[in-house]
């Protein structure tokens, strides 16, 4: 401050009053806070937005999908519902029916005589050897019992049931 003060002005100024022409320190550490406020509270805020994902992401895939849905419904529309919603169901463990209904239509299959589909590509089985509670392997093609062929008589098939 090498110029003198104005006669009107008070002698003792605060410190965060500038000269004129000189840059003022206030102003820039307050704009370097907001800024950097404003990028901590939109990473915290995308953070917080993301936590039911993060939470759904050891379930299901399925489950995983629809809290991922419901995470981007909440995010683009503002409406706290769907966050609710999809938070819930990422803390809620949903049940495995798939296997079950798999596993029975596979013993269905078998006990049909119908071929076993080849596994997918997706499966986590990579061997090709038939599992012990499987039972034996059926031919592709049904083939008709050795006494019936020689007899003439009924094309029973091994295993079906007879009445005696």
């Known amino acids: 401050m090498s110029e003198p003060i104005h006669p009107a002005a008070i002698h003792h100024l605060p410190p965060f009053v500038t000269a004129p ?17 404003v990028i901590g509270i939109g990473l915290v805020y995308f953070k917080l937005h993301a936590l039911p994902e993060q ?18 419904l909440a995010l683009f529309t503002h409406n706290h519902a769907f966050w609710i919603a999809g938070l819930l169901l990422a803390l809620v463990p949903l049940p495995d029916f798939t296997t079950p209904l798999s596993s029975i239509a596979s013993s269905l299959e078998r006990i049909a005589g ?7 590509s997706a499966s986590t089985t990579a061997s090709s050897t038939p599992s012990a509670h499987a039972g034996p392997l059926q031919s592709p ?11 003439g008589g009924s094309t029973a098939q091994p295993g079906d049931i007879h009445n005696a």
């Open 21 to 37: 022409g000189e840059t003022d320190g206030l102003l820039v550490a307050m704009a370097i806070f907001l800024l950097v406020a």
């Open 55 to 72: 939470l759904a992401h050891r379930g299901q895939k399925v489950q995983f999908q629809l809290v991922a849905v419901l995470a981007l």
């Open 114 to 120: 119908r071929p076993e589909p080849a596994p997918s």
């Open 141 to 151: 093609t049904p083939q008709p019992a050795a006494s019936a062929r020689i007899s």
